[in-house]
């Protein structure tokens, strides 16, 4: 997470999944959020994050989108509009229930040498120590990381350069074992299919971390997001929620 996507349409997207979450229910008891931001130092090699559009209300995207959760919607219309983007202003915004905790320490190897491996395991070991005790008091979970999730197995370990912009399913694992539930934002690539990507995403989930019971939520508007989720009915038993953007469609 960089803060300069903060309140663009992907935000809109995951901050309305998680307000309905943690939302009390007739099927499912209310929850008290954390969130993780995997922050990394914003990048400007990119236009990534000016997908802002929806926010005018007059375009056909701001009429579809407000509806759906007209309070998330204007708070984040007058944080942007305000120049304010950022995690911390995410948080002061009132996007999200006013209980939720939150950890935005950024994580980065930059100063570190490549192969200074025990270093940046010990870092990476520190700073998601740190994010457990931020939120250890919350039953959902919420980590989103600049790219999504990887296997620890993945070709690319978690003390590599750029790895900072993945959750790895052994860190979500430290999650799950102390009983609380995950949901975990995931960008697919180019590889194949958005469809067939959230498959292969949870069948690592289900093998990796025993979670279950998962299910693909697709939202297309703007960039294609899939988050395999529970049903309303078994939410409150679902252990990981993995969400994913389709980064090859338009915004």
Not at 32 to 51: A, K, M, N, T, Y
Request: hydrophobic share 40%; with cysteine.
């Amino acid at each position: 997470m960089q803060d300069r996507y903060a309140g663009d349409v992907g935000d809109f997207m995951k901050l309305g999944l998680l307000r309905w979450l943690a939302a009390p229910s007739p099927f499912a008891r209310s929850h008290r959020l954390g969130v993780v931001w995997f922050r990394q130092s914003d990048e400007h090699h990119d236009p990534d994050g000016q997908h802002v559009g929806y926010l005018d209300p007059a375009s056909a995207a701001g009429a579809d989108l407000r509806p759906l959760d007209s309070d998330l919607y204007d708070r984040l219309r007058g944080m942007v509009a305000a120049g304010n983007r950022s995690v911390g202003s995410l948080a002061a915004c009132g996007a999200l229930p006013p209980d939720t905790l939150y950890f935005d320490r950024v994580l980065n190897f930059a100063d570190l040498a490549p192969a200074d491996h025990a270093a940046r395991i010990v870092r990476r070991e520190r700073w998601f120590h740190e994010a457990m005790v931020a939120v250890e008091p919350c039953s959902l979970v919420f980590v989103d990381p600049d790219n999504g999730l990887r296997r620890d197995d993945h070709s690319e370990p978690s003390h590599r350069n750029l790895a900072e912009k993945h959750t790895y399913l052994s860190e979500v694992g430290r999650l799950l074992e102390r009983g609380q539930s995950v949901v975990a934002h995931h960008h697919a690539d180019r590889s194949e299919p958005v469809e067939a990507q959230a498959v292969s995403r949870m069948a690592d989930i289900h093998d990796g971390l025993g979670v279950e019971p998962l299910a693909a939520v697709r939202a297309p508007r703007g960039t294609n997001r899939l988050a395999p989720a529970p049903s309303v009915e078994t939410r409150d038993r679902a252990r990981l929620i993995s969400g994913a953007v389709d980064q090859t469609s338009p915004r």
